[in-house]
């Protein structure tokens, strides 16, 4: 997600590089003494790339060693957004469907790990996801970013309910493949809109076509009078 050159772009605020006071004295220092994690407080950092460009804020962080070079660690409270760039040729000649992979996607919660190494971050604690027009929310959340591809993949888990307008669903587990623009629901997942309540083993929402697909499906349908 941050790499190589792009971090040169980070800003980040109070941030203390700090050595242990055992450590001070580098010339007799231990083969025990190590410099302490660098960390934050009121932490704003932003990567810009010809891909996109990713925001991360939060109230406190810990980087884990090799900072600024390679970006990770814990944070509290934090919000974390991508932003993709179009890429005028290709949107010009997509067909409509085809722009899946340009959804922008943010995420808030009360803690982040993140590990630079494989483009992962790991979210909980009232985590709140919004992929526009899509707003969903879980216990846990998962998160892979294909800076190249320009998209991002997830795992929800725990409570998780997804809104959009005119629907409402529910499940002990959602995967998003953002290649595709699908989400799907599974444990005992549960959708409710115009139509109805239905249930059924697997749940499928197409975040673009706005479509819904269920597999085993039971419920109760309304039907509109004429």
Request: hydrophobic residues 40%.
């Amino acid at each position: 997600m941050f790499a190589g050159t792009d971090l040169r772009r980070i800003a980040a605020a109070a941030v203390s590089l700090a050595l242990a006071p055992a450590c001070a004295d580098q010339a007799h220092a231990g083969p025990a003494c190590a410099p302490l994690a660098p960390t934050a407080v009121g932490l704003a950092a932003v990567v810009e790339s010809p891909e996109g460009r990713v925001e991360l804020r939060a109230a406190r962080g810990s980087f884990e060693p090799g900072f600024p070079d390679r970006l990770g660690g814990a944070f509290d409270d934090a919000a974390f957004a991508v932003t993709p760039t179009p890429d005028p040729a290709a949107t010009k000649e997509a067909t409509p469907g085809e722009d899946r992979t340009l959804r922008d996607f943010a995420v808030r919660a009360r803690r982040m790990r993140y590990d630079a190494r494989g483009g992962r971050a790991s979210f909980s604690g009232d985590v709140v996801v919004t992929l526009d027009p899509l707003r969903l929310t879980c216990d846990a959340l998962e998160v892979t970013y294909h800076r190249a591809e320009g998209y991002v993949d997830f795992v929800a888990t725990g409570n998780v309910r997804a809104e959009r307008e005119g629907l409402q669903a529910t499940a002990g587990k959602a995967q998003y493949q953002g290649a595709e623009g699908l989400l799907t629901l599974t444990e005992s997942p549960r959708v409710e809109g115009d139509v109805g309540v239905l249930e059924g083993a697997r749940i499928v929402l197409d975040v673009d076509d706005e479509t819904v697909s269920i597999e085993e499906v039971r419920g109760t349908f309304r039907v509109r009078p004429p």
